[in-house]
């Protein structure tokens, strides 16, 4: 097992750019999750997943958009890169939404 | 808005010295509140808690809910250097379009100088 996977580890993208973050777990999870986690903060949520092709906002969506076509694969898409997304990324996975959630090794981003 | 606030903000501590971390929360329908140790990395998983006045324990670790008075504190005892992590407090909410949803506080900056 894999577990949660996520990739790129690094990536600097300039004001404007676009991306997607990749993240796939192999643990067949139904409920996926996008949170971002700026310098000594806590992580804030920004996207969700209860299952294959449902997705709903977190706390921060505005300028992130998720799709949801497989159960294995949640990637996150960066439109219009603005320097207020440098962030770390982390993905995580659950089977059960009281269960303990399992997390990728994050995405560090920096937007110049 | 659901809200989880942990204090303190930063500790440091000499190693051998016993630490309590606290954690309070405003959810709505509340099912359970978990701990996380994040050392430059992912968190890790610490305890899952959903009932109140039960303790959990993992080594020189414990903790315990109060879901009444709407906290939790996580203990550690004859600390490490290792113990030198954020510690994260989260909980989940089981209602509406909400289901599973982790709300995380801001974390503990814990430093344990040998």
């Known amino acids: 097992n894999a577990g949660v996977t996520q990739t790129p580890k690094f990536r600097i993208l300039k004001i404007g750019q676009s991306m997607t973050l990749q993240c796939a777990q192999d643990m067949n999870h139904n409920y996926m999750y996008w949170y971002r986690q700026d310098p000594g903060m806590g992580l804030k949520l920004i996207y969700y997943?209860?299952?294959?092709?449902?997705?709903d906002k977190g706390e921060v969506p505005n300028g992130y958009n998720v799709s949801r076509s497989t159960t294995e694969d949640f990637p996150l898409r960066l439109e219009l890169a603005a320097p207020s997304q440098t962030s770390v990324y982390f993905c995580?996975?659950?089977?059960?939404?009281?269960?303990?959630?399992?997390f990728g090794p994050g995405t560090r981003l920096t937007v110049t | 808005e659901d809200k989880v606030v942990q204090s303190p903000l930063s500790l440091v501590v000499h190693e051998g010295d016993t630490v309590t971390l606290n954690c309070s929360y405003e959810?709505?329908?509340?099912?359970?509140l978990l701990w996380y140790k994040q050392e430059k990395k992912a968190p890790t998983f610490l305890f899952m808690l959903?009932?109140?006045?039960i303790e959990k324990k993992s080594g020189r670790l414990s903790s315990i809910l109060d879901k009444k008075e709407l906290f939790s504190i996580l203990n550690i005892t004859a600390t490490q250097t290792g113990d030198s992590a954020v510690y994260l407090c989260a909980t989940t909410n089981a209602g509406g379009t909400s289901y599973g949803k982790l709300t995380f506080g801001q974390g503990t900056i814990l430093t344990v100088h040998p």
């Open positions: 959810v709505t329908n509340f099912r359970s």
């Open positions: 997943s209860v299952g294959a092709g449902i997705t």
């Open positions: 959903t009932s109140s006045g």
């Open positions: 995580a996975s659950t089977p059960g939404a009281i269960s303990e959630q399992y």
